[in-house]
Each structure stands twice: as structure tokens, then as C-alpha cells.
């Protein structure tokens, strides 16, 4: 009968071999990319944006043409926003030798490149992710390696071929910037697995950001963003409309953090509509509402890809529901947030649901229950002239990213606000991510710190006296008493006192013509006998303290009594 052959592992799928190749050219780049001085990675980085904001058009008419995603002119927003507002801010920051010193504390900081970079590229921002993410990558000093969105794939591609020919002749060493060009699920996740990746820098659903988190590596990771805004009564009610409807319709609503829904209070509520419908807003009626909601959300309670990043005229064309020319985003009204209000999740387009509540507290349950549902951690609005009620929002509501009086998608990512300018927003322990800080450079460092001395170390023991000279003894000195039950009581006391008030008497050393075993020695009781140059005798049963034995025994004062036990206590 023939036997079993043993069969051979499977050879690795074409997607799985470019990411180890891709992987082990990047940690071979490491090395020399780390050696590189301040001002040779700020030549790099310069030359790298500069390349990006000569192509921010292009780059984002690619986009379009290939996803189907969004609007030219606000991606070419985001394109720029990367190129230049990120680049603005990462332009000064010192990432290479001594970063910071700390006088007072006498502290040196150094900055360590984290390592290589496996950067997740999305396909709702492909351009704008991969330049953001090669920027900072580069200012680290980490080498990265993109996995396009299949999607975006050939977008993404062009803006890693622009961007590194830029780096490399720069100075940047081959295989600083590296992408994949043969994509799949697998290969992704061997790129994130691959011994040689330090750090992982995942944009895209839910999905791949939980395969980021399982790799075993450290990742930054960005969850949904079902963003709520809230109208206070204070609100400048035209401009908290405009604002909403202005990052809902930015780039077909395709942000994470782009605005979700409004909720507003009922004593300016019929303003409220009023803007919005004078501003490009359109309510549906309960039929269009339910006919919305059956056409742009999954059974998985995912949006439809069909209507992702799609114009609000484009989506009510499709779905036969009438809406004038100048609309710029459909409006739900529901009453309440879960999964019998399929519209209560994160869209991906201009579509908004829309809640009135009784005041500000009610407003603030509500927004609570819309970021609960998918988006905690991310992102909110309130457009209040209240301060208290604004900082109230700020200390009660799990979102990190709280924007005042500015459209969500624009404030978020720093655009309108003084937040770090980036594309990767972490959404913090409410959101399952690692961190809540817009990601920068500094995520990319490790540092070293060189700590001097400031006080001396201490045992917490105290230094053993000197004892004066003693005179030889040419006879051997009779064992001297111990302490009484007396002093011993008294010793005791004063120790659970905390030896408050006046200090303890010293052990009385009493000669008695038969030597008596202590009951209890203590650091005063040895101090005692060696300012008088006399002995203790201990026993098996003799509680000595550990101070009083270190001393004691440096010393010379403690004589041990013959005994058959394990010795004192």
C-alpha cells in the first residue's frame, strides 16, 4: 500500500510576499534614515511637501475619477490641508538628538524613531491620508509602507510615486517610502503582522482597524465617528445651521468626523428649521425618511457603498424623492437613536438626522445615546454663547474632540481650531483606540531621557556613630544586664505613640550580680549602651528592631546569650 506523502506548506499568495519584501527593505532603510541630522530630515520632509502641493489638483481629480467619492474642490482642500497646514505645524518640531532639557529637574530628552510605519491608506481620503502620513512618517524618521485602499488604489500609488521620488532625491535612503502594489486582505494583514513593522497607522472601517489592534504591534487606530451637534438656545442659530450643513456637505460627508446629526433646542427649534431650509437643507417627509432608510442602510446597519461620499440631489435622484437643485443635505426627523432608527448611524454622506429636545440637559442625554451609538470617543459640536453650559458639555460627554462654534469636519482635524493638524483622529479608551490625540510626529518618537541625580539615595537607615576609643580589655568583660519590664513597656508605648513629644528614656542598663537577658532592644537602647561603652544581652526571645540590630551589631554591643532556637526576633 503506498504511503502518505508529507505535503508542503502552501507557497504565499503574491499580495503576502510584496508585503515581506516591502517590510524588510523598509527595516533595512531604518538604520540609515536614523543616522540622518535635524536639518537632512527637514530638507527631506520640505521636499516631500512641496512635491504634494504642486499636485493637489490632480491628486484629487484622481481620487474622484477612481472612487466615485466626494467633490474635487474640497478634496483638493484636504489635499492642501495636509501639504501645507500639516506641514506648517510639523515644520519647527525637533525629532532628531536632544529634544528637550529640563533645568529644574535636570532632565535631557532624546527622540527615538519608533521604527517602520505599516500606514492603512482609506478610500473616502486617499490623497490627503497618504501625504499626511508620509509627512509625519518622514519627520520621525520612520520608514513607511502604504496599503492602499483597493479602491484608491492607483490614487494612493501616484501620491507615494510623487512623494518619494521627492524624498530620494532629497536624500532620503531607498525604501524610506514604500507602498504595496499588489493588494488583498491577506496581504495587508501579513504587512501589519511582519516582524519588521513597529507601529501600525490604520485608517478604514471597523474591520481593519480591529485587525490593526490584533496584530500584536502597537497601532493607532481610528474608530467611527457618529458626530452629534447641538444648538443651544444661546446659538447663533444661521450660523450653527450653516456650519452643520457646511461639514455635512463638505466632500459628500465622507469625514469620520463630519456632522451626523442635530439636535437643537425646542425654544429655537422652528428658527432652526427655518435656516436650515434657507441654507440647502430639505426635510423629508415620514415616507421619504423610511424609503431613505431602507436604501442607504445594510442589514449589518452599515451605509450602502452605493450612496457613500454621493451628493444629496444625486441620492434623492436615485431613490425618487424630489429635492430642489440647491440642496445640500437630507434631513430625518426621529425620535430616538438605535436600531429602529436605522438613521441614527454613521452615514458617510450628506444625509442628517434631526432630534428637538425639551433644553440643554435633555440635549445632553441625547447626545450621549447618538455617540454611544457608534461613536464614542470621536467627535461633537455644540453651537451655545453659553460658557457654562459649554464647559458642562466638555466635562459629561465621551467624545474628545468637543467643537465649539465650528463645523465638525473642519474643526476636528485643526483645520478651524487650535487642535494638532491631522487625518488620523484616535478616539481614546471610549473608542477602543490606544489614544485620544489628533496623530502627529510625536506618536512616532520613543524617548530616551537622561536623569541626573537631584538628591542623594537613601536607605532609610541612620548613619552608624562613631564610637569614641575604647580601652583594651585583657580579661573578658562580664555580660551586663538587660532592660527591665519597665523600660520595655515604656519603649513599646512610645513606638505606637509615634515618639511624639519628649524622646523615650534610653534603656536602662543595671548591674545586678546575675546578668539578665533584654526583653526588648531599640535603637536608642543601643546608642545608650555604646555612648556608656557597655553591652546587651539578648536571648532567643529578645525583640530586637532592625535598626537596633544594624547598629548594634556594627557596634559591638549585642552579646548573644547560649541558645538552642533560631536566634532574636
Given at each position: 500500500?503506498?504511503?502518505?506523502?508529507?505535503?508542503?506548506?502552501?507557497?504565499?499568495?503574491?499580495?503576502?510576499?510584496?508585503?515581506?519584501?516591502?517590510?524588510?527593505?523598509?527595516?533595512?532603510?531604518?538604520?540609515?534614515?536614523?543616522?540622518?541630522?535635524?536639518?537632512?530630515i527637514?530638507a527631506?520632509?520640505t521636499?516631500?511637501?512641496?512635491?504634494?502641493?504642486?499636485?493637489?489638483?490632480?491628486?484629487?481629480?484622481?481620487?474622484?475619477?477612481?472612487?466615485?467619492?466626494?467633490?474635487?474642490?474640497?478634496?483638493?482642500?484636504?489635499?492642501?490641508?495636509?501639504?501645507?497646514?500639516?506641514?506648517?505645524?510639523?515644520?519647527?518640531?525637533?525629532?532628531?538628538?536632544?529634544?528637550?532639557?529640563?533645568?529644574?529637574r535636570?532632565?535631557?530628552?532624546?527622540?527615538?524613531?519608533f521604527?517602520?510605519?505599516?500606514?492603512?491608506?482609506?478610500?473616502?481620503?486617499?490623497?490627503?491620508?497618504?501625504?499626511?502620513?508620509?509627512?509625519?512618517?518622514?519627520?520621525?524618521?520612520?520608514?513607511?509602507?502604504?496599503?492602499?485602499?483597493?479602491?484608491?488604489?492607483?490614487?494612493?500609488?501616484?501620491?507615494?510615486?510623487?512623494?518619494?521620488?521627492?524624498?530620494?532625491?532629497?536624500?532620503?535612503?531607498?525604501?524610506?517610502?514604500?507602498?504595496?502594489?499588489?493588494?488583498?486582505?491577506?496581504?495587508?494583514?501579513?504587512?501589519?503582522?511582519?516582524?519588521?513593522?513597529?507601529?501600525?497607522?490604520?485608517?478604514?472601517?471597523?474591520?481593519?482597524?480591529?485587525?490593526?489592534y490584533?496584530?500584536?504591534?502597537?497601532?493607532?487606530g481610528?474608530?467611527?465617528?457618529?458626530?452629534?451637534?447641538?444648538?443651544?438656545?444661546?446659538?447663533?442659530v444661521?450660523?450653527?445651521?450653516?456650519?452643520?450643513?457646511?461639514?455635512?456637505?463638505?466632500?459628500?460627508?465622507?469625514?469620520?468626523?463630519?456632522?451626523?446629526?442635530?439636535?437643537?433646542?425646542?425654544?429655537?427649534?422652528?428658527?432652526?428649521?427655518?435656516?436650515?431650509?434657507?441654507?440647502?437643507?430639505?426635510?423629508?417627509?415620514?415616507?421619504?425618511?423610511?424609503?431613505?432608510?431602507?436604501?442607504?442602510?445594510?442589514?449589518?446597519?452599515?451605509?450602502?457603498?452605493?450612496?457613500?461620499?454621493?451628493?444629496?440631489?444625486?441620492?434623492?435622484?436615485?431613490?425618487?424623492?424630489?429635492?430642489?437643485?440647491?440642496?445640500?443635505?437630507?434631513?430625518?426627523?426621529?425620535?430616538?437613536?438605535?436600531?429602529?432608527?436605522?438613521?441614527?448611524?454613521?452615514?458617510?454622506?450628506?444625509?442628517?438626522?434631526?432630534?428637538?429636545?425639551a433644553?440643554?440637559?435633555e440635549?445632553?442625554?441625547?447626545?450621549?445615546?447618538?455617540?454611544?451609538?457608534?461613536?464614542?470617543?470621536?467627535?461633537?459640536?455644540?453651537?451655545?454663547?453659553?460658557?457654562?453650559?459649554?464647559?458642562?458639555?466638555?466635562?459629561?460627554?465621551?467624545?474628545?474632540r468637543?467643537?465649539v462654534?465650528?463645523?465638525?469636519?473642519?474643526?476636528?482635524?485643526?483645520?478651524t481650531?487650535?487642535?494638532?493638524?491631522?487625518?488620523?483622529?484616535?478616539?481614546?479608551?471610549?473608542g477602543?483606540?490606544?489614544?485620544?490625540?489628533?496623530?502627529?510626529?510625536?506618536?512616532?518618537?520613543?524617548?530616551?531621557?537622561?536623569?541626573?541625580?537631584?538628591?542623594?539615595?537613601?536607605?532609610?537607615?541612620?548613619?552608624?556613630?562613631?564610637?569614641g576609643?575604647?580601652?583594651?580589655?585583657?580579661?573578658?568583660?562580664?555580660?551586663?544586664?538587660?532592660?527591665?519590664?519597665?523600660?520595655?513597656?515604656?519603649?513599646?508605648?512610645?513606638?505606637?505613640?509615634?515618639?511624639?513629644?519628649?524622646?523615650?528614656?534610653?534603656?536602662?542598663?543595671?548591674?545586678?550580680?546575675t546578668?539578665?537577658?533584654?526583653q526588648?532592644?531599640?535603637?536608642?537602647?543601643?546608642?545608650?549602651?555604646?555612648?556608656?561603652?557597655?553591652?546587651?544581652?539578648?536571648?532567643?526571645?529578645?525583640?530586637?528592631?532592625?535598626?537596633?540590630?544594624?547598629?548594634?551589631?556594627?557596634?559591638?554591643?549585642?552579646?548573644?546569650?547560649?541558645?538552642?532556637?533560631?536566634?532574636?526576633?
Amino acid at each position: 500500500m503506498a504511503q502518505p506523502t508529507e505535503t508542503s506548506a502552501a507557497p504565499p499568495t503574491p499580495p503576502v510576499s510584496d508585503a515581506r519584501r516591502l517590510a524588510q527593505r523598509a527595516k533595512a532603510a531604518a538604520p540609515r534614515l536614523a543616522e540622518l541630522s535635524q536639518s537632512q530630515i527637514d530638507a527631506i520632509v520640505t521636499a516631500v511637501a512641496l512635491a504634494a502641493q504642486a499636485r493637489v489638483e490632480s491628486f484629487a481629480r484622481l481620487a474622484v475619477e477612481e472612487t466615485g467619492f466626494g467633490v474635487v474642490a474640497d478634496k483638493v482642500q484636504k489635499n492642501r490641508f495636509a501639504a501645507e497646514r500639516v506641514f506648517e505645524f510639523i515644520k519647527p518640531m525637533r525629532t532628531v538628538g536632544v529634544i528637550h532639557r529640563d533645568d529644574t529637574r535636570k532632565v535631557v530628552e532624546i527622540a527615538e524613531p519608533f521604527g517602520v510605519v505599516a500606514a492603512i491608506v482609506p478610500s473616502t481620503n486617499p490623497t490627503s491620508t497618504a501625504i499626511y502620513k508620509i509627512l509625519i512618517a518622514l519627520k520621525a524618521r520612520c520608514p513607511i509602507v502604504i496599503s492602499p485602499h483597493p479602491s484608491a488604489a492607483q490614487c494612493i500609488t501616484q501620491v507615494a510615486e510623487v512623494l518619494n521620488a521627492a524624498a530620494l532625491a532629497a536624500g532620503a535612503p531607498d525604501g524610506a517610502v514604500s507602498w504595496m502594489t499588489r493588494l488583498s486582505l491577506d496581504g495587508t494583514q501579513e504587512l501589519m503582522r511582519h516582524r519588521d513593522v513597529a507601529v501600525i497607522l490604520a485608517t478604514g472601517g471597523m474591520g481593519l482597524v480591529r485587525a490593526a489592534y490584533s496584530a500584536g504591534k502597537p497601532a493607532y487606530g481610528v474608530g467611527p465617528g457618529n458626530a452629534p451637534c447641538y444648538i443651544e438656545r444661546t446659538a447663533d442659530v444661521a450660523k450653527a445651521a450653516g456650519d452643520i450643513l457646511l461639514g455635512k456637505s463638505f466632500d459628500n460627508g465622507v469625514l469620520c468626523s463630519s456632522p451626523n446629526s442635530v439636535v437643537v433646542d425646542a425654544a429655537v427649534a422652528d428658527e432652526a428649521k427655518r435656516q436650515f431650509q434657507a441654507q440647502g437643507g430639505y426635510f423629508l417627509s415620514a415616507v421619504e425618511a423610511q424609503v431613505l432608510a431602507a436604501a442607504l442602510v445594510t442589514p449589518q446597519r452599515l451605509p450602502n457603498p452605493a450612496f457613500v461620499g454621493k451628493s444629496a440631489t444625486h441620492i434623492a435622484q436615485a431613490l425618487g424623492i424630489r429635492v430642489p437643485e440647491t440642496t445640500r443635505a437630507l434631513i430625518a426627523e426621529l425620535d430616538g437613536v438605535g436600531r429602529d432608527f436605522p438613521l441614527s448611524i454613521e452615514k458617510l454622506c450628506p444625509v442628517l438626522s434631526y432630534y428637538v429636545v425639551a433644553d440643554w440637559q435633555e440635549g445632553c442625554e441625547r447626545c450621549k445615546q447618538i455617540l454611544r451609538y457608534g461613536g464614542m470617543g470621536h467627535t461633537m459640536s455644540i453651537h451655545s454663547q453659553n460658557e457654562p453650559i459649554i464647559l458642562e458639555f466638555g466635562l459629561k460627554k465621551p467624545a474628545f474632540r468637543i467643537c465649539v462654534n465650528t463645523p465638525t469636519t473642519h474643526g476636528s482635524i485643526g483645520l478651524t481650531t487650535g487642535l494638532d493638524p491631522a487625518m488620523t483622529l484616535g478616539c481614546g479608551g471610549y473608542g477602543g483606540n490606544i489614544t485620544s490625540d489628533n496623530i502627529t510626529p510625536r506618536h512616532l518618537l520613543n524617548i530616551k531621557r537622561l536623569a541626573y541625580e537631584l538628591r542623594p539615595a537613601s536607605t532609610g537607615r541612620s548613619p552608624v556613630p562613631t564610637a569614641g576609643p575604647r580601652l583594651p580589655r585583657t580579661t573578658p568583660a562580664a555580660p551586663e544586664a538587660g532592660l527591665t519590664a519597665a523600660s520595655v513597656t515604656a519603649h513599646v508605648e512610645a513606638l505606637l505613640a509615634g515618639r511624639s513629644g519628649a524622646a523615650p528614656a534610653a534603656a536602662q542598663v543595671v548591674a545586678t550580680p546575675t546578668p539578665s537577658i533584654a526583653q526588648f532592644v531599640c535603637e536608642e537602647d543601643v546608642r545608650q549602651a555604646i555612648a556608656l561603652g557597655r553591652t546587651i544581652l539578648i536571648g532567643e526571645r529578645t525583640i530586637v528592631t532592625p535598626l537596633a540590630r544594624e547598629v548594634g551589631e556594627a557596634g559591638k554591643v549585642l552579646v548573644q546569650a547560649g541558645w538552642s532556637g533560631t536566634g532574636a526576633r
